[in-house]
């Protein structure tokens, strides 16, 4: 089985190998290719992304999964709820085609792990209030994170292709998943669509 996810950037190198890690623990039987196909900026969307979507099925791939962040900085998105709606319209209702958005940025995933956070970034401040995925667009998860590596004894910024790859790194997505529902919904996606049972 192969399934292409459209992913956002530095999300395609920091995130999928940890997704992919996750996928093989919980399924049974051969492993399904995780193609991932990464945009510079953000996914296509209206009829550039209808395309890519039935172009990508042409090309063999079983199923085709979207990834975006709400927080575009485009102002397309609402929230989660309306991304996904969105991407949905816009590729045709099709089948084989599962949009998936990280409300608001994909940060949001990281801050569960908000200790270990602390201790890479050298300060005790606590988490912001409330479910990871509700913490809004005047301060997104993001800022969160590179305000606290800036007010850290740490001498270095928020990197998120070096520091979200450490948070991650020896940890179990349910954690996570677990306390974001967008996350969970994209994970049982990949589980369900594989034919293992969903988390």
Known sequence: MRIAILVEGQTEKVFLPFVR?????RHQGPMPKLRSIKYDGRIP?????????????????????????VYTGTGDFTDAADAKQKM????????????????????????PYWEDI?????????????????????????WHLKELF????????YIKTRDAKKILE???LK?????????????????????????
Request: net charge neutral.
């Open 21 to 25: 890690q996750f996928i093989s623990n």
């Open 45 to 69: 969307k209206e009829e550039k992304l209808k395309r890519c979507v039935e172009n990508l099925l042409h090309d063999g791939n079983n199923y085709v999964i979207a990834l975006t962040d």
């Open 88 to 111: 949905k319209n816009w590729a045709g209702n099709n089948s084989k085609f599962f949009p998936h958005a990280a409300q608001h940025d994909f940060e949001a995933w990281l801050l």
């Open 118 to 142: 602390k201790k890479l970034a050298k300060h005790t401040k606590n988490a912001p209030t409330g479910a990871p995925e509700s913490v809004n667009h005047n301060h997104p998860p993001s």
């Open 150 to 157: 800036r007010i850290g004894a740490g001498t270095r910024d």
């Open 170 to 172: 020896g940890k179990d």
């Open 175 to 199: 954690i996570a998943a677990d306390a974001c529902p967008e996350l969970k919904a994209f994970l049982n996606t990949i589980l369900t669509v594989c034919g293992s049972e969903p988390i």
